[in-house]
C-alpha cells in the first residue's frame, strides 16, 4: 500500500546510472530513507523535488526486508526562494538541514521535529537573522531528541543561578555544575548567568523572535555553549558548521 505525507529533503546522493538515495524528514513517518528509481533522468515523477528547500508530498512504499523505502514520487508542494538567492541563508539553511540529520535517527522522531524544521526554514526565507534563529533552533532540537540541557541549576547540588552567578558546563552531562560540585578529572567551561537565562529563553521562545532574546558577545557565547553540547550527541561531523562559521565572518 503506497503512504503519502508531507516532506523535507534532508539529503540525497546518486545510486547507479540513474537512480538516487533520498533521506526524507516526514510530518507523519519522522525520517526515511528511501530510493528513487530513475530519478536522475525521470522529468515527470520527481522534478525539481529532490532538492534542499521545498516542501514535497513524498509517496512510498514500504520495503520488506528493507529499511529503504520505494520512493514512487514526489509532488511539489512550496519552494522557499531565498536559500538560491542568498549565500548566507542558502548556508543557514544547510546547517538547518544538516544538523537535523545528524541529530534524527529514524522514524521516531515524530511531527515535532518535522514541524521545527519547517518552521526555521520558514522564518530564514521570510528574513529573519540567521544567527539567534540558529540558536533557538539548536535548543529546541535537543530538547525534542531527549538531550535538552538544565540551565538552572547545578546538577549536583541545585544550586540556582542566583547563588551561583557563574556555572560550569559540563557537556557530556547535560548540563551545568556549580564551582564546588567540578570534580576535577572532567573538562568544564565556566558560563556567565545572563547567557545561561537567554540559552533558557532561545528553547522557548518563536524562532522569529529570537533575536529579541540575545545579541552581540552574549549570542556569540551562547552559539559556544550550545556547539558543545551538540558534540556530545550528534552522530557525526556536522560539515556545514565550517561553511556557516565561514559565511558569518
Given at each position: ?25 516526514t ?5 526515511l ?8 533522468n ?19 512504499r ?11 514520487r ?43 524544521v ?16 540558529l ?19 547545578c ?11 557563574t556555572?560550569?558546563?559540563?557537556a ?12 576535577p ?22 524562532l522569529?523572535?529570537a ?14 555553549v ?24
Open positions: 500500500m503506497d503512504l503519502a505525507t508531507p516532506a523535507l529533503v534532508l539529503r540525497t546522493s546518486s545510486y547507479g546510472e540513474s537512480d538516487r538515495i533520498v533521506t526524507l524528514l510530518e507523519h513517518h519522522g525520517k530513507a528511501g530510493i528513487a528509481k530513475g530519478a536522475r525521470s522529468r515527470r515523477r520527481f522534478a525539481g523535488t529532490l532538492e534542499p528547500f521545498v516542501h514535497v508530498r513524498a509517496v512510498f514500504a520495503r520488506p526486508a528493507s529499511e529503504l523505502v520505494f520512493l514512487q514526489c509532488e511539489l508542494l512550496k519552494v522557499l526562494p531565498s536559500f538560491h538567492r542568498d549565500l548566507e541563508r542558502f548556508t543557514a539553511g544547510s546547517y538547518v538541514l544538516d544538523l537535523t540529520d545528524r541529530m534524527v535517527l529514524g522514524p521516531e522522531s515524530g511531527r515535532g521535529v518535522y514541524t521545527l519547517a518552521e526555521a526554514l520558514g522564518a530564514l526565507d521570510r528574513g529573519a537573522p540567521p544567527a539567534p534563529l540558536r533557538a533552533f539548536e535548543m529546541r532540537l535537543l530538547a525534542l531528541a531527549g538531550w535538552g540541557p538544565v540551565l538552572d541549576r546538577r549536583s547540588c541545585n544550586a540556582t543561578l542566583d547563588a551561583a552567578p556555572m560550569y558546563l559540563a557530556d552531562r547535560a548540563g551545568l555544575l556549580c564551582r564546588r560540585c567540578v570534580p578529572d572532567i573538562p568544564v567551561r565556566p558560563v556567565g548567568a545572563a547567557v545561561l537565562r537567554d540559552l533558557g529563553r532561545l528553547a522557548t521562545v518563536p522569529e523572535t533575536a529579541s532574546v540575545a545579541s552581540g558577545a552574549r549570542l556569540a557565547e551562547a552559539a559556544a550550545a556547539e558543545q553540547l551538540l558534540e556530545v550527541v550528534t552522530t557525526g561531523p556536522v560539515r556545514s558548521r565550517a561553511f556557516l562559521d565561514l559565511a558569518a565572518r
